[in-house]
């Protein structure tokens, strides 16, 4: 039987539209709409299309996006500062900078300059370590997407095996995390395993973050599991492909996430969804 599939595109939108609402019911409360900042450094051409998207998703809730786009990369001291200054504006409630970021611009020096409050990325080790914790605050928004797109298949994740091929930090790790999080037995694959066939085969979650394309063979899925693909690969024919062969793993997955159409669009619509969060969290001080 064919898998049905996850329809991000759609869930992202209801997700869009739900932010949409309180943040309409906050301005007729008098409270100002949510503010995000957004940092481009460089001329990486799959970045401006991810920050144009993500600024086009705030004009349609109602957030205020402020960009800073900087072509020339600014040398580490004056990106440091950009960031004190918004980390400082009371009218900025979240900092975003896009990643990656050009050599030599170490991008770890930069997120832990980010306030952890206006850290809408989740990136900060303060917002991976109460992930870490059982505490969330502001998460990665890759895998809390990850993590409503399974809520939305209806049945229980405790218990089951769910695998995570990627360690990555922003999206690998906190996804095993979330996972645990949701009382999933939890396996991390990444480039030193060893019979990656064996795991992604016992998995009744199988979650692809690696960015390779056609890393994972639909004949190696479990049949009945639910399949998540996290990549997103440009082929040189321009097609956008994401880890799995999806024309074979739909044959046997129970539901399975299309690229793109998937993943992609419930990371911008949580990226909105944390910033009235961190809006939310900020005025209540
Ligand atoms: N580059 C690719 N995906 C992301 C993301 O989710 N956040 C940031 N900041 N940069 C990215």
């Known amino acids: 039987m064919a898998a049905r599939l996850i329809d991000g595109k759609q869930i992202a939108a209801s997700l ?13 409360r008098g409270r100002p ?22 600024t086009e998703a705030c004009r349609q809730v109602g957030v205020v996006s402020v960009s800073h786009i900087r072509k020339t990369a600014p ?35 930069f997120i832990e300059h980010i306030l952890p409050a206006k850290d809408v990325d989740g990136f900060h080790p303060y917002n991976m370590g109460r992930l870490a914790v059982r505490r969330p605050a502001l998460r990665p928004c890759t895998p809390a997407g990850v993590m409503t797109l399974l809520h939305h298949t209806g049945g229980s994740l405790r218990g089951l ?19 645990l999080l949701a009382g999933c037995t939890v396996t991390t694959c990444h480039r030193f395993t060893t019979d990656l066939r064996a795991h992604v085969a016992s998995a009744d979650i199988l979650i692809a973050a690696a960015g390779k394309p056609a890393l994972i063979p639909g004949d190696w899925i479990k049949e009945g599991a639910i399949v998540i693909d996290i990549g ?3 082929l040189a024919n321009g097609r956008l492909v994401g880890d799995i062969d999806f024309a074979e793993a739909q044959k046997r997955a129970a539901w399975i996430t299309p690229v793109p159409g998937g993943v992609g669009p419930m990371t911008v619509a949580t990226l909105l969804a944390n910033t009235l969060e961190a809006a939310t969290l900020q005025s209540a001080r």
């Open 16 to 28: 869009l539209a739900n932010v949409k609402e309180r943040i309409d019911e906050r301005e007729r």
């Open 232 to 234: 997103m690969n440009r």
């Open 75 to 109: 040398s580490e001291a004056e990106l440091l500062a950009l960031i004190t200054e918004l980390n400082e504006d009371a009218s900025i409630n979240g900092i975003l900078l896009q990643l990656p970021l050009p050599p030599p611009l170490r991008p770890e020096l």
């Open 161 to 179: 095996h769910a695998v995570v091929v990627g360690a990555s930090n922003h999206v690998g790790r906190p996804m095993g995390l979330e996972l």
């Open 33 to 54: 709409r949510p503010s995000l900042a957004v940092i481009l450094i460089g001329d990486d051409p799959a970045s401006a299309v991810y920050v144009r998207n993500k």
